[in-house]
């Protein structure tokens, strides 16, 4: 993760939606010398950051929760007053398709300002399959009309809704539907990619995610988890052993989830934005987790209970200042590795011929400028595919 090749003087020939050639101005201007040109300016042009855990797709922000939590107030508490993931639920459940496209496209467009070109989102505000496959669709049809690459997540069992935890056997029975009706339902669509879990004591079990993650890969989906977030239970064990994707949080993982994990193919994806936004002092051992091997990747949660950003520079200074991460660490993290746990490494997250044409220029004349300003906005442009995604000052034509 410290191989992040940082260079100088040279250009990018940009062909349809690929990268076709880097290297010296002089010679990419001599091979292509009728293409469009766009100056850089001598600034930083990073590959688009991947941002790979989000749940863009919500109706009204949580703000009011925020003092809440600040007054001492915990999760439970402020549930109990009817704030938390059940309020976003309610609050979803009584928008249309319409209505929840023009707010997420919006959200969307924010992070293609900060620089992401690449964005996994995930359902998991419905908890019935009509909802569920509504914020799907809201994914689908932004997917058409954004210039981003959108990759969807089924997150059905994101909380066991309201009406199954009240009744005696509500989480096998939601388990049942998430497996036997809300799953089909998703893959007979090809609405999503990937299938996660909230695998957290108090949500679901390890055994729960287990069903539930086994019959999404029998259905054709990658997998994903939440796990490790709060208290160690054996999710990134789990994720390494079923041959999740990625694995995501891990704030409270174990030693022997460490290991696992690093010795197997599952990307860890941190999310430093949310532990600082919700006021714990503990992050995810991210040291432990590079030093052992292990591949760690950058995203912001964006959502709107514990991580209302958009900010994807700043989430990597929370990688640097937090996880302790280098620059160049951080920057792998936000690209190659967040590519990585998309299964989209071989075509996402590098500057180089073959790969999709996603780029970020950000008014800083050296790539540690970009964690340094924190909290700043200095993407000045970003493209995916070739195509503008964000365009602040720099005129294409
Ligand atoms: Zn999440």
Same mark, same amino acid.
């Given at each position: 993760?410290? %191989?992040?090749?940082?260079?100088?003087?040279?250009?990018?020939?940009?062909?349809?939606?690929?990268?076709?050639?880097?290297?010296?101005?002089?010679?990419?201007?001599?091979?292509?010398?009728?293409? *469009?040109?766009?100056?850089?300016?001598?600034?930083?042009?990073?590959?688009?950051?991947? /941002?790979?855990?989000?749940?863009? #797709?919500?109706?009204?922000?949580?703000?009011?929760?925020?003092?809440?939590? !600040?007054?001492?107030? /915990?999760?439970?508490?402020?549930?109990?007053?009817?704030?938390?993931?059940?309020?976003?639920?309610? &609050?979803?459940? !009584?928008?249309?398709?319409?209505?929840?496209?023009?707010?997420?496209?919006?959200?969307?467009?924010?992070?293609?300002?900060?620089?992401? +070109? *690449? =964005?996994? =989102?995930?359902?998991?505000?419905?908890?019935?399959?009509?909802?569920?496959?509504?914020?799907?669709?809201?994914?689908?049809?932004?997917?058409?009309?954004?210039?981003?690459?959108?990759?969807?997540?089924?997150?059905?069992?994101?909380?066991?809704?309201?009406?199954?935890?009240?009744?005696?056997?509500?989480?096998?029975?939601?388990?049942?539907?998430?497996?036997?009706?809300?799953?089909? @339902? =998703?893959?007979?669509?090809?609405?999503?990619?990937?299938?996660?879990?909230?695998?957290?004591?108090?949500?679901?079990? #390890?055994?729960? $995610?287990?069903?539930?993650? +086994?019959?999404?890969?029998?259905?054709?989906?990658?997998?994903?988890?939440?796990?490790?977030?709060?208290?160690?239970?054996?999710?990134?064990?789990?994720?390494?052993?079923?041959?999740? $994707?990625?694995?995501?949080?891990?704030?409270? #993982?174990?030693?022997?989830?460490?290991?696992?994990?690093?010795?197997?193919? *599952?990307? !860890?994806?941190?999310?430093?934005? *949310?532990?600082?936004?919700?006021?714990? %002092?503990?992050?995810?051992?991210?040291?432990?987790?590079?030093?052992?091997?292990?591949?760690?990747?950058?995203? +912001?949660?964006?959502?709107? @209970?514990?991580?209302?950003?958009?900010?994807?520079?700043?989430?990597?200074?929370?990688?640097?200042?937090?996880?302790?991460?280098?620059?160049?660490?951080?920057?792998?993290?936000?690209?190659?590795?967040?590519?990585?746990?998309?299964?989209?490494?071989?075509?996402?997250?590098?500057?180089?011929?073959?790969?999709?044409? &996603?780029?970020?220029?950000?008014?800083?004349?050296?790539?540690?400028?970009?964690?340094?300003?924190?909290? %700043?906005?200095?993407?000045?442009?970003?493209? !995916?595919?070739?195509? =503008?995604?964000?365009?602040?000052?720099?005129?294409?034509?």
């Amino acid at each position: 993760m410290r %191989d992040a090749a940082i260079v100088t003087g040279v250009a990018v020939a940009v062909a349809g939606a690929e990268i076709a050639a880097v290297g010296p101005q002089h010679e990419l201007e001599r091979s292509y010398h009728d293409a *469009t040109r766009v100056d850089c300016g001598g600034r930083v042009l990073a590959p688009g950051f991947v /941002d790979s855990h989000t749940h863009a #797709i919500f109706g009204r922000p949580r703000f009011e929760e925020q003092e809440l939590r !600040a007054s001492g107030l /915990d999760y439970m508490e402020i549930a109990r007053r009817g704030g938390g993931i059940h309020a976003s639920v309610r &609050d979803l459940r !009584a928008r249309s398709e319409d209505e929840l496209s023009v707010m997420a496209r919006g959200r969307l467009q924010r992070l293609a300002a900060y620089g992401v +070109t *690449t =964005v996994e =989102v995930k359902s998991g505000y419905g908890l019935t399959p009509e909802d569920e496959l509504k914020s799907l669709r809201v994914i689908r049809r932004l997917a058409a009309v954004l210039p981003m690459r959108l990759v969807p997540t089924w997150l059905g069992a994101h909380e066991i809704p309201h009406e199954y935890r009240e009744l005696p056997e509500g989480r096998s029975e939601y388990v049942h539907l998430l497996v036997s009706t809300m799953l089909p @339902g =998703v893959a007979s669509e090809g609405l999503a990619l990937f299938a996660d879990v909230f695998c957290e004591p108090g949500v679901f079990t #390890i055994d729960e $995610t287990r069903t539930i993650l +086994t019959a999404a890969r029998s259905a054709g989906l990658g997998l994903k988890l939440h796990a490790d977030e709060l208290r160690p239970s054996g999710g990134a064990e789990l994720a390494a052993e079923i041959g999740a $994707t990625s694995a995501d949080h891990l704030a409270a #993982i174990s030693e022997s989830g460490i290991r696992v994990l690093a010795e197997s193919n *599952t990307v !860890a994806t941190l999310l430093p934005g *949310t532990m600082l936004f919700l006021g714990k %002092d503990k992050q995810a051992p991210a040291r432990a987790l590079i030093d052992a091997g292990g591949a760690v990747a950058l995203a +912001t949660d964006f959502n709107p @209970g514990t991580s209302p950003t958009t900010n994807f520079p700043l989430i990597m200074t929370l990688g640097v200042s937090q996880l302790r991460l280098s620059v160049a660490e951080a920057f792998i993290a936000g690209t190659v590795n967040g590519a990585a746990a998309l299964s989209l490494a071989d075509r996402v997250g590098q500057i180089a011929p073959g790969f999709s044409a &996603d780029l970020a220029l950000f008014d800083a004349a050296d790539a540690r400028e970009v964690p340094y300003w924190y909290g %700043d906005q200095r993407c000045v442009g970003s493209w !995916a595919k070739g195509r =503008v995604c964000h365009p602040h000052t720099v005129e294409l034509h």
